[in-house]
């Protein structure tokens, strides 16, 4: 059976230990979870990011340079210029480094700030992935929150409900749910976001994540 006909039925099983073992043995499993982002199905897209950091954890005790180079690569192929623009690549770099954020400190800033350092025009389909980059990173990034911020909460404002909810949820990893307290028209935004939490896809709306943001144990029971 082909790698990748095997690693997506791993991933639809849910085995995702074993695919980050995989890797360990066989370099290409890395770059064929990447691909595998590029799944129809959203849960396969999310559990192959969540596996390629767990791979690349694994990988990284024996072979930083190897990983360094996918986190190159992703990093490449935001731009337009690479010929393959692959929109998992702000999660994908987010999660690779969350995984070993000190081994691979140089790309923390990167990830942290694309939805920064990228211009307007260029940012496109990767806002979400970018602003859930910042959410995931908030904990290890935490000098350069005050960076982002602004754009962050700019999003909450945009017109695809997926970026609204990214943000609000961004600013809950942040510990800035202040912000979203004044907000009280989001409350009744019914825009649907997906949402990915242990290991499947869980479809909310942006009011919804506010209101958990604002009040999590009781939303959470």
């Not at 754009?151 to 409900?161: E, G, I, R, S």
Request: charged share 25%; aromatic share 6%.
């Amino acid at each position: 059976m082909p790698l990748k006909n095997t690693l997506r039925e791993l991933l639809a099983q849910g085995s995702l230990d074993d695919v980050a073992a995989m890797a360990t043995e066989r370099r290409r499993v890395l770059p064929t979870l990447v691909a595998l982002t590029f799944d129809a199905d959203l849960q396969i897209c999310w559990r192959a990011i969540e596996a390629l950091g767990m791979g690349c954890s694994l990988v990284s005790e024996d072979d930083s340079d190897f990983v360094r180079e996918q986190l190159r690569r992703l990093y490449w192929l935001i731009s337009e210029e690479s010929g393959g623009i692959c929109w998992r690549a702000p999660e994908c770099m987010a999660e690779i480094v969350h995984a070993q954020p000190e081994r691979f400190a140089d790309y923390l800033s990167i990830a942290f700030h694309l939805i920064t350092s990228l211009e307007e025009e260029d940012l496109g389909h990767f806002r979400a992935g970018a602003l859930w980059a910042v959410g995931r990173l908030a904990h290890e990034a935490r000098e350069d929150r005050g960076d982002v911020l602004p754009a962050v909460v700019v999003a909450l404002d945009n017109n695809d409900p997926q970026v609204r909810g990214m943000a609000a949820w961004c600013l809950e990893e942040m510990n800035e749910t202040g912000l979203l307290a004044r907000r009280a028209d989001l409350l009744t935004d019914d825009g649907p976001v997906d949402l990915y939490e242990k290991q499947r896809i869980m479809r909310t709306t942006v009011g919804s994540l506010v209101r958990m943001a604002l009040a999590p144990e009781t939303a959470r029971g």
